[in-house]
């Protein structure tokens, strides 16, 4: 890696989640190593669909408050990312009166519509009173007590990595030293059934890379991270799981659902993370895949990743966490951050879930595990409707204050 000055990088110092694993990171990392969830029926009435299961989180796991903010009433969803997001502060050390001078910047796609679904009848005609979608950064930074700004970035699957984006970039200008980043997403017919009259969703599970997958399989919850300037981790001896270490964006602009067939653009964004992070591939011990069970979207990508590590991509172990947990919508790139956080730290990457690979996805995904991480970084995709990409590249700090 390329030598930083101390203020300009970025590192992870504090880790929340709440996830169809459970709550809490511990429950979480150690569901990973057993095989992780299994999907179950959703329990909302009318799902007139093919496809009725989510990897859900368990009922006793989704936190009864904050119930309003603002006069919003809020569901699941934003619950859930309060839940992560003082989880990760107090992971990372961050006390009151600290927690007022750190922003927040979450991705956020069908957010709050839990409380839609909720009302849904209840005005007489079925038509639910209109509520706010994106309100989980506000509601988190009220819970925290933040007197900064707080931001929510939409652009569906890739919302988590481009929240990343916005605040390695707060971080790397000095414009803050602790961000607190995440996302948080829920149940919904709207997200379910637009997947289904896709052909998108399978009725089984999230199989990714598998020779019968069938489309994705979506999961609920909540990431967030504590992002914080390296400088003032050490200042204060803060344990530092790795640093986030480069973070590029790309953008297909071919067709609004199917990724481009020639993969470009998520091959650029793969190399410009590598770049910005300093790194050779073959410097990457691991990847976490987008992979999100859709046979368009894993064929692509396996192309794509063959092209950027070349002759090393034989030995590069592949983690498809999808498979564990579904696919958690703009959750998906906090998620996968924050399990990279966790290999790194640990050196260990958990096994993949037991499938008959396609053999168009010519990738090594090691299923008996877990693997012992060789090379001390971690590269993460997330693609989405519309062709955003994002990539970032997460490495060992080596170091604790």
Not at 201 to 207: M, N
Not at 339 to 355: C, D, G, K, V, Y
Request: hydrophobic share 45%; charged share 20%.
């Amino acid at each position: 890696m390329t030598p930083r000055h101390d203020e300009r990088r970025a590192v992870l110092t504090g880790l929340g989640a709440v996830s169809c694993l459970g709550a809490g990171v511990g429950a979480y990392w150690n569901a990973l190593l057993t095989g992780g969830a299994a999907p179950r029926e959703v329990d909302l009435p009318h799902l007139n669909m093919r496809a009725t299961r989510m990897y859900r989180v368990p009922g006793a796991a989704v936190p009864e408050q904050p119930r309003r903010h603002a006069g919003v009433p809020l569901g699941a969803v934003p619950r859930m990312a309060v839940a992560a997001a003082l989880e990760a502060l107090d992971d990372a050390g961050i006390e009151h009166p600290d927690r007022a001078d750190v922003p927040v910047v979450m991705g956020c796609e069908m957010g709050n519509a839990s409380v839609q679904e909720e009302r849904r009848g209840a005005d007489g005609a079925g038509r639910p009173r209109w509520t706010p979608l994106a309100v989980a950064a506000a509601a988190v930074g009220a819970a925290i007590g933040s007197r900064r700004g707080n931001i929510s970035v939409g652009n569906a699957c890739s919302a988590g990595g481009y929240a990343l984006g916005i605040a390695s970039d707060m971080i790397r200008s000095g414009e803050a030293s602790v961000v607190l980043v995440g996302a948080a997403d829920g149940v919904t017919r709207v997200g379910m059934g637009g997947f289904d009259r896709l052909g998108a969703a399978d009725p089984r599970s999230c199989r990714p890379f598998a020779r019968d997958r069938a489309g994705t399989m979506f999961g609920d919850g909540a990431a967030m991270v504590a992002l914080e300037s390296a400088a003032h981790a050490r200042r204060r001896g803060a344990r530092a799981y790795a640093e986030l270490a480069g973070v590029a964006w790309s953008c297909d602009a071919l067709h609004p659902t199917a990724p481009d067939p020639d993969a470009a653009q998520l091959v650029r964004a793969m190399h410009e993370a590598l770049a910005d992070a300093g790194l050779r591939p073959d410097q990457v011990g691991c990847v976490l895949p987008h992979a999100t069970g859709t046979p368009l979207n894993d064929a692509v990508e396996s192309r794509a990743l063959r092209r950027v590590f070349e002759q090393v991509a034989d030995p590069l172990p592949l983690f498809a966490l999808k498979a564990m947990i579904g696919h958690t919508s703009a959750a998906a790139g906090i998620f996968a951050c924050l399990t990279s956080a966790l290999i790194l730290s640990r050196a260990r990457i958990p096994a993949n879930a037991p499938m008959e690979q396609d053999p168009e996805c010519d990738v090594w995904l090691p299923r008996e595990g877990p693997l012992r991480l060789e090379r001390p970084a971690v590269l993460v995709n997330t693609c989405a409707f519309g062709g955003n990409n994002s990539s970032f590249a997460l490495a060992g700090t080596g170091w604790s204050a």
